[in-house]
């Protein structure tokens, strides 16, 4: 909190709950030791040491209740006195009870914990259980959907960034949506949301986690279903589909100071090839720009903007440092990309191909002394939740209007349109369908 600024509520909580090891481990460093040594571990040495002589039960009581009395009477007057000022500054600084300690997150704990009991006594409710493609629909489709990390959409020069972070991508028939939103500002709440049919403003964490998802629906349609994760998990969302993590050497090869997401795409064509019957839908859950330590996001040879920030003690470097690291990651996203797109070239003949690419959320940089990313979406800056979004089709996805939707690439959109847009892939059929709410029409 005094590093980076974030806020501990109750999404929080449950990213905190949610993430693995390597993941704390990017948050680990001297000073949050030496934070946690003298502010914490030695403070409650003395305090278990200190001899606390207490009174009588009858005198504590009154003698805490006149201390209570005179806080309360202290508080009453102080707000009848200033009761213009609070008045107006309450109303313009809501904000402010996001960061009141500890009482904050310890409600926000309270909160989590009382959600997590909620959760199990909702029944699962299933839909699209009769799902089923189009009848119209002869050829077999084969959908990448990438799900990015991290990643800001004003740092593609897709999008007017002027860095050249996307000189692979710019080579390919692309359409960058400028415009793109997420759910939320964590992983945690982002993910599950946008496969999800409940909208961001009705967004409830209970519901959205006990009810079929747009890749369940897939699943019911007959569509084979794949998540392949390198990032901590897919929160909750492949929970009844395949799934491999590709966190680890020994399902990932490509691994140096950590596992790239490139090393998910190696065993990909065999997966292809095994299923020569019905459409497939692979996601691709990316480690993407994930902070703070961005420059282990990316091999060695990606290092071209320098000198780079290389620490995970943010408020250390210079804000030109920290972009520098972070741009790389996206360079190397864009490398990313550009390798799932060549796969499905290769497949084209067999299939009507196409990627999809969005961000869970964005990312603050030191903008106003914010750093990465999890504000509550009433605070959040936009940086946070303007993500970057892209799609490639092959030529013959005959469905799909390209140069319509690259008019329309400014047009508002957030993670809400993609449960539809998913199911408008491979033309499912299904009433929770809204085609008015899908990208692709």
Request: aromatic residues 14%; negative net charge; contains cysteine.
């Amino acid at each position: 909190m005094d590093s980076y600024n974030i806020v501990i509520d109750d999404d929080m909580i449950h990213n905190i709950i949610s993430t693995d090891i390597a993941e704390s481990l990017d948050l680990l460093c001297l000073k949050l030791v030496l934070y946690v040594v003298f502010l914490g571990i030695i403070p409650s040495f003395f305090i278990y040491k200190s001899k606390i002589i207490f009174k009588s039960g009858w005198q504590e009581f009154f003698s805490r209740s006149k201390l209570f009395s005179f806080i309360l009477i202290s508080i009453f007057a102080l707000v009848l006195i200033f009761s213009d000022f609070y008045s107006s500054f309450f109303r313009e600084h809501k904000p402010l009870r996001y960061y009141a300690n500890p009482s904050y997150y310890i409600f926000s704990t309270g909160k989590y914990i009382s959600s997590l009991f909620k959760s199990k006594t909702l029944p699962f409710k299933n839909i699209g259980l009769q799902a089923k493609t189009s009848t119209l629909d002869k050829d077999r489709e084969l959908i990448i959907f990438v799900v990015g990390e991290t990643a800001r959409a004003d740092r593609f020069s897709l999008n007017g960034y002027t860095r050249e972070t996307n000189p692979l991508l710019k080579k390919e028939a692309v359409v960058s949506f400028t415009n793109f939103w997420s759910c939320g500002t964590s992983t945690a709440k982002s993910v599950p949301c946008m496969f999800s049919n409940y909208n961001s403003s009705d967004y409830n964490k209970e519901l959205i986690h006990t009810t079929d998802n747009s890749l369940d629906i897939l699943q019911h349609a007959g569509v084979n279903v794949l998540w392949l994760d390198n990032n901590s998990d897919s929160k909750g969302v492949a929970d009844r589909v395949l799934y491999q993590s590709y966190k680890n050497p020994e399902t990932n090869p490509i691994c140096d100071d950590e596992c790239r997401d490139v090393g998910m795409l190696i065993n990909l064509q065999n997966y292809i090839d095994k299923h020569s019957q019905g459409d497939i839908f692979i996601v691709l859950h990316q480690m993407g720009n994930h902070g703070p330590a961005y420059y282990k996001r990316y091999p060695a040879e990606f290092e071209k903007f320098t000198p780079v920030c290389e620490t995970n003690q943010l408020e250390d470097c210079s804000i030109e440092e920290i972009n520098n690291a972070y741009d790389n990651a996206i360079l190397y996203t864009d490398f990313f990309l550009s390798k799932v797109i060549e796969l499905l070239k290769n497949n084209q003949d067999k299939f009507e191909a196409a990627m999809f690419y969005v961000s869970d959320h964005g990312e603050s940089l030191g903008e106003s002394g914010i750093y990465l990313h999890g504000l509550p979406n009433f605070v959040a800056p936009d940086t946070q939740r303007h993500v970057p979004a892209i799609l490639w089709t092959s030529e013959n996805f005959d469905e799909i209007d390209m140069k319509k939707l690259y008019k329309n690439r400014n047009t508002k959109y957030s993670h809400d349109n993609i449960f539809h847009t998913i199911l408008s892939f491979v033309e499912i059929e299904v009433p929770e369908f809204d085609k008015s709410m899908a990208i692709i029409k």
